[in-house]
């Protein structure tokens, strides 16, 4: 089964909890602290793996859920560390943020990775608070919870080249001629419903990838019948070889297959419009097709057009030879346009430079905030010092004084993850 996009919840491992313990011992009654610290939670990573071809494993798989840190101990023992949780997805694959619509990675290589889901770190322990001021600190913190986030796997193959064109105009049977491929192929619309993919060799030991893509028809730009499919999957090719039937009674019907499909990429992506682009001319056994690629010609005398015929295995080697031509010029001007030679993906990551959000529902003071919402997940309330620090971190923030001159009073509520605070000196 080939599946091309999936959507999943990961939930990465929280951190051990921090240790509050002392040093007991018969001649050291009062050994001071010796708490440890927790472990780090299990964080999520995503490996591009060369074998595989289709996100079908991660397809019931709606939610993935790392493990905790272990906690921290007495005697200053830190807890151990989760396993990272690898995720393995084919090369291509695309990973979105649903929340914020961006591109966390883009995994374009072999064993390529990318921490998608980060674990939390474990919580200090009672040892690490230890100051001058207070020697024997009675608190220790939990730790910090691992990342939620919900996100969209998107595949989109990896071909130098790609065979676009009409429902059955001989994509799949191109590609079983000048490659060692076998896709299925049939007389009616869209046999070709998953991409196939084919390498072609040469004689002097050089390849490249060649995919069959789904058919295309009008309105394809926006959903309708496979389009979407095959325009996704067209945008990671270097060069377009247009396919088109010019066995057909009607003259015209070669031209307007053409500018149908050329008006839908261009409604798509305008970077997929510009590509370089080559038209093979198949099916010119039959007798209407020489006269219907001379009129085509006539239309588009500027394009590169090959004359084949995949029934004959014919007109190809020039193909080949072009494209392999072609793809080597195009390797050439990209090593050029290079700069400082750094061809890493770019990670595009929301961030919200405001710390915390104060607002005023129903006469409770609401305080939102990622450090904010962290601070009280790591916080033991049951300890009296740790609520202590907890308020002084808030103060530090500018809650305090934020509050103020929203014109909050002393015994208002305060809602925080939910729990309600009163405030006081």
Not at 372 to 396: G, H, I, N, P, Y
Not at 397 to 413: F, H, P, V, W, Y
Request: hydrophobic share 35%; glycine share 10%.
């Amino acid at each position: 089964m080939f599946i091309d996009e999936v959507k999943l919840k990961l939930i990465a491992g929280k951190g051990g909890d921090g240790c509050t313990s002392f040093r007991r011992e018969k001649y050291l009654p009062m050994g001071g602290p010796d708490g440890g610290k927790g472990g780090k939670g299990a964080s999520i990573i995503f490996l591009a793996e060369k074998g595989l071809k289709t996100l079908v494993d991660l397809k019931y798989h709606k939610i993935i859920k790392a493990p905790k840190g272990e906690n921290g101990k007495g005697k200053n023992q830190t807890g151990k560390d989760a396993e990272d949780i690898y995720i393995k997805v084919p090369i291509g694959t695309t990973i979105y943020d649903e929340d914020t619509h961006t591109i966390i990675a883009d995994l374009i290589t072999d064993k390529q990775q990318a921490v998608i889901a980060k674990g939390g770190r474990g919580g200090k322990g009672n040892k690490a608070f230890a100051t001058h001021d207070n020697v024997a600190p009675a608190f220790s913190e939990l730790g910090e919870p691992g990342e939620t986030r919900y996100i969209k796997c998107e595949l989109r193959l990896l071909a130098d080249v790609g065979l676009i064109g009409m429902p059955s105009v001989g994509k799949s049977s191109i590609l079983s001629v000048i490659t060692n491929s076998s896709p299925k192929i049939a007389n009616y619309p869209f046999t070709t419903l998953t991409p196939n993919l084919g390498v072609v060799n040469l004689k002097d030991r050089k390849s490249f990838i060649i995919a069959d893509l789904p058919g295309l028809i009008k309105g394809a730009s926006k959903g309708v019948g496979l389009g979407i499919t095959f325009l996704k999957h067209a945008t990671r090719t270097k060069i377009l070889a247009h396919v088109l039937d010019m066995s057909v009674e009607d003259e015209n019907k070669p031209i307007k297959d053409y500018e149908t499909i050329r008006q839908e990429i261009i409604f798509y992506s305008e970077l997929l419009a510009q590509k370089e682009e080559i038209i093979l001319a198949n099916k010119m056994d039959m007798p209407n097709a020489k006269a219907n690629l001379q009129k085509f010609q006539q239309k588009y005398p500027n394009k590169k057009i090959f004359a084949v015929s995949a029934v004959t295995k014919t007109g190809f080697t020039n193909v080949i030879n072009y494209l392999q031509e072609s793809l080597d010029n195009l390797a050439v001007k990209q090593e050029k346009e290079i700069v400082g030679g750094d061809e890493t993906p770019v990670i595009y990551k929301f961030t919200n430079n405001k710390p915390f959000t104060i607002t005023k529902e129903n006469d409770v003071w609401l305080i939102k905030g990622q450090e904010v919402s962290k601070l009280f997940s790591m916080t033991r309330f049951d300890e009296e010092q740790a609520v202590k620090r907890f308020s002084q971190k808030l103060k530090k923030m500018g809650i305090e004084e934020e509050l103020e001159r929203l014109g909050a009073q002393k015994g208002d509520e305060i809602d925080i993850n939910g729990y309600i605070f009163e405030w006081k000196d």
